[in-house]
């Protein structure tokens, strides 16, 4: 069983930056996918960013320029840094690891809000 633990999530304004870690609980990254996904209220869960295990980097077109994906493979720890942070990137913040769709596993969430 792996565990992902996020943190790094908070009140920011509006053209402020935060930046999420995700810690992995076994070494996982040579095999799955790491990806940020959120889901605002109201509104389905949507990929953010991924990091494949050969180190391939995608964005949601809404983040492209601003946020960052980017991993520590000796702390076991995925990142997101978000720059010029907007009101509709509140939401919470799941860290998920995935191996081709067979196995999956998420984190508890983080909740970052953004205030305009």
């Known amino acids: 069983q792996v565990q992902l633990v996020e943190s790094g999530g908070g009140l920011v304004q509006a053209g402020g930056s935060l930046r999420l870690s995700c810690v992995a609980s076994?070494?996982?990254?040579?095999?799955?996918?790491m990806g940020w996904y959120r889901q605002a209220p109201g509104k389905q869960r949507e990929l953010v960013a991924v990091?494949?295990?050969?180190?391939?980097?995608d964005y949601a077109n809404s983040v492209k320029g601003r946020f960052t994906i980017s991993r520590d493979n000796a702390k076991n720890t995925v990142y997101l840094q978000m720059n010029s942070l907007k009101p509709e990137d509140t939401a919470v913040y799941y860290c998920?690891?995935?191996?081709?769709?067979?196995?999956?596993?998420w984190g508890q969430g983080t909740q970052v809000t953004v205030s305009s």
């Open positions: 990091i494949t295990s050969g180190g391939s980097t």
């Open positions: 076994v070494r996982i990254f040579s095999i799955f996918a």
């Open positions: 998920n690891a995935d191996r081709f769709g067979q196995i999956s596993y």
